[in-house]
């Protein structure tokens, strides 16, 4: 899998949201969230199903997403652990929780999400 970028993202959230559905109409829905043109709309989504994240169909140019959104979060996860903090979880929950305040519950949320491990 490559990196996906963040224009790519809102793309594939808005693939995600309403799948099958077809170009045009995500275009529209990007217009009115991001503000972007069809042109631009329609070039992201080349570069997606050319990176394979994505397939189209026709007639309609109806896309449908080839990765979850669990899994792209899952890779990109990784890629940032990878890339920021060499691989270090630690690394990573220090950096995250250093300057943070945490409330019980989200302490204790945590907690249970690394017991279940």
Do not use: H
Not at 38 to 65: H, M, Q, W
């Amino acid at each position: 899998m490559q990196n996906i970028f963040d224009s790519e993202i809102k793309v594939m959230e808005i693939i995600w949201e309403n799948e099958p559905v077809s170009a045009k109409e995500v275009s529209l829905i990007a217009t009115e969230r991001v503000g972007w043109n069809k042109n631009t709309t329609y070039t992201v989504l080349k570069k997606l199903e050319a990176k394979g994240f994505i397939k189209r169909e026709d007639p309609g140019f109806i896309c449908s997403s080839l990765y979850s959104q669990n899994e792209i979060r899952k890779y990109e996860t990784k890629s940032l652990l990878k890339k920021l903090f060499g691989g270090s979880k630690r690394a990573l929950f220090s950096a995250l929780l250093e300057d943070e305040k945490l409330t019980d519950e989200e302490i204790e949320a945590i907690k249970n999400i690394i017991e279940k491990r």
